[in-house]
């Protein structure tokens, strides 16, 4: 692995930094960027250091299937199928790396990270009530993916959120109290 002078800049990974089908990143990185290892087919697993504070989501690959996360690192965490944020105040989604058809976000999250699901097979996926922001790009390439409810709480949805995905239909659902979303109304429920 050539890095920068600093040593926290991954600049050049070679087919030998990767082990079997692990590539564990340098305990001095402290940023991971698009196209550092999209090369590397064969990359199932990453291991993420306590250096580590920042994570562009499209790092993770679409054949990364497994992440660990030092417990040590005080910016991410995983649930054995995503990467998030610690902050609980404002908690976002990084990226869902796991192949899963249906997906159930069960952390109270506030907002889902650009291109967090790029690529996913997934059909269908649950949303916290507490999601209060979508990011541009959150659920391209999503092609299997025909629907998504969204709660009383979504105050930001990017307009490129479902570019170039399978959603046809967004809905919005009613709170225990039966409170509508305040910020959207619905006037053709069909996507373009």
């Known amino acids: ?4 002078k600093s040593g926290t800049e991954m600049l ?10 692990t590539f564990k990143v340098p305990d001095t990185v402290t940023s991971l960027s698009v196209g550092q290892i999209d090369k590397f087919t064969n990359i199932t697993k990453v ?16 054949n990364i299937t497994e992440v660990e996360i030092d417990s040590d690192n005080e910016t991410y965490e995983t649930d054995g199928k995503a990467i998030y944020t610690k902050d609980e105040n404002n ?9 899963e058809n249906s997906v159930n976000i069960e952390k109270q999250i506030k907002k889902i990270s650009f291109h967090a699901f ?34 009383v709480n979504v105050k930001s949805l990017d307009n ?25 109304s619905i006037r053709n429920a069909k996507c373009n």
């Open 160 to 184: 490129m959120s479902i570019y170039s995905s399978g959603i046809e239909k967004i809905t919005f659902k009613e709170d225990s109290e039966g409170n509508t979303n305040p910020n959207y």
């Open 118 to 151: 790029n690529s996913k097979s997934l059909s269908s996926i649950e949303l916290p009530d507490s999601l209060e922001t979508i990011e541009s790009g959150a659920f391209t390439g999503c092609n299997n993916l025909k629907s998504i409810e969204l709660g």
């Open 91 to 99: 908690k976002t989604l990084v990226r869902y790396y796991k192949n």
């Open 12 to 21: 050049i990974i070679l087919q030998s930094a990767v082990t079997g089908n």
């Open 47 to 62: 291991e993420i250091p306590a250096s580590v504070d920042n994570i562009y989501p499209t790092f993770i690959t679409k």
């Open 1 to 4: 692995i050539l890095l920068g």
